[in-house]
């Protein structure tokens, strides 16, 4: 039998012991969820420098003539329909300072609030300014004076402000980012001014959106836009939405002068055959709603189009001034299913003959039904108003297809695609 001291002695043995593992115990349970809780950290900073930023798409070719998103600005937060544009740098809205030219009343534009950049500002210094302007004060305002293909202009100051943006994951990040303050808005050309409020700039400059994003650390500097024949689609800025194959790349001009998305040299094909025409550039542009073809691109499509409409159901008509080449049939029709049979696939070579990439347009992404129940040619002479040698492709030949620009690699994709609804996701979400 034991003796009881010792008994005593051995139990607080045990106890301490008992102790002493526990302390250990905890301490390396406690390391173990610091350790994930600081990789859950590091992980969700990863997540944030790959976030996705998307927007809900609105429009038509015809009769809108644009497609649109809607942006809040301020705070608190004020609506804003913004025409996409991956043609120019500057995203801008209307602007209460007191505005000239503007199509929307007062209480629908940005009212400024001592929050104009100075013109020594770095993103200020990518803008073309006005010639009775210029950057005498470091303190003066960042005035901005950009023109369009359409001949529509605005003038304004570059401010900034609070802009709550949804990422893919459905939060919202409130951030601060730069953009135009228009007070003066032109636009003589024959049609009336679209009625949104301003545009989207999403160009390759410095005060584009999505430079601006990549150099906050949100997104990778990559835009995709997808556009739908029934009027919706879906625009995003980062790369979460590229599909991981199946997209026709191509590189962007390295050479182009301007910071358009200009791809080429590319050969023209039409029903697979060549044309003759080679050596295009091409500028992707969602800002123009028609493609446009050089004088002799666009004189050899439309002299096959004629051919192969000789002896079908379909003949020669004007419908309005914006569309110059129409047909009619016997009949008004009613959608493009009626006639499609008649026209032929019109095709992009770019890249050598036989590894080319092709970029084809088929008659559906190309053709319009007008409201008089014609089918018109949605490819236009761009020579005849004033692109000279620039060839563009608009928003007619983007529909049912997803564009990629990617800014990471200098290069631009596409891939056939239902523009209703997000890659892999319920049918797409509503605004904000």
């Not at 005498?136 to 100051?157: F, K, L, R, V």
């Not at 028609?290 to 050899?300: D, K, L, R």
């Amino acid at each position: 039998m034991m003796n009881p001291n010792k008994q005593q002695r051995r139990n607080l043995y045990f106890f301490f012991v008992f102790v002493f593992y526990v302390f250990i115990l905890c301490a390396r349970f406690q390391t173990s969820e610091a350790t994930k809780d600081s990789s859950a950290q590091v992980k969700l900073q990863n997540r944030r420098l790959s976030s996705t930023v998307v927007f809900p798409v609105s429009g038509n070719v015809y009769p809108l003539g644009y497609y649109y998103v809607l942006l809040n600005i301020g705070n608190p937060p004020k609506l804003f329909d913004l025409d996409i544009d991956t043609g120019s740098d500057l995203t801008w809205v209307q602007c209460d300072a007191p505005c000239n030219g503007c199509t929307k009343p007062r209480a629908k534009q940005y009212k400024p609030n001592h929050n104009t950049l100075p013109c020594s500002h770095i993103l200020c210094s990518g803008l073309d300014l006005p010639q009775d302007r210029p950057c005498a004060d470091p303190e003066d305002q960042c005035d901005y004076e950009i023109g369009y293909s359409d001949h529509a202009s605005s003038i304004g100051a570059l401010v900034t402000d609070e802009v709550p943006l949804k990422l893919a994951n459905g939060s919202i990040m409130n951030l601060r980012l730069t953009f135009g303050c228009g007070y003066d808005q032109q636009n003589p050309g024959p049609h009336p001014p679209p009625p949104t409020a301003g545009i989207l700039g999403l160009g390759r400059g410095k005060v584009g959106l999505s430079t601006q994003l990549k150099s906050l650390g949100i997104t990778k500097n990559v835009i995709v836009h997808c556009l739908s024949h029934t009027g919706k689609g879906f625009l995003s800025i980062g790369d979460e939405l590229v599909p991981s194959s199946g997209v026709t790349w191509t590189s962007l001009a390295t050479n182009s002068p301007s910071k358009n998305y200009m791809a080429g040299p590319a050969e023209l094909l039409f029903n697979d055959k060549t044309t003759g025409v080679k050596g295009i550039n091409v500028v992707f542009d969602s800002g123009s709603s028609y493609t446009y073809f050089n004088a002799e691109a666009y004189q050899a499509i439309l002299d096959l189009i004629r051919k192969d409409l000789n002896g079908k159901p379909l003949t020669d008509t004007k419908d309005d001034k914006s569309l110059p080449v129409c047909w009619k049939g016997k009949k008004p029709l009613k959608s493009l299913d009626e006639v499609k049979k008649y026209f032929k696939t019109i095709t992009l070579r770019f890249g050598n003959q036989k590894n080319g990439q092709l970029f084809q347009v088929p008659p559906e992404s190309y053709l319009i039904i007008t409201e008089k129940g014609r089918v018109c040619l949605g490819i236009l002479n761009g020579t005849e108003i004033g692109l000279e040698g620039y060839n563009i492709i608009g928003d007619i030949s983007f529909q049912g297809i997803m564009v990629i620009y990617d800014n990471e690699k200098q290069r631009i994709g596409w891939i056939s695609s239902d523009c209703d609804k997000l890659p892999k996701s319920e049918p797409l979400f509503t605004s904000f």
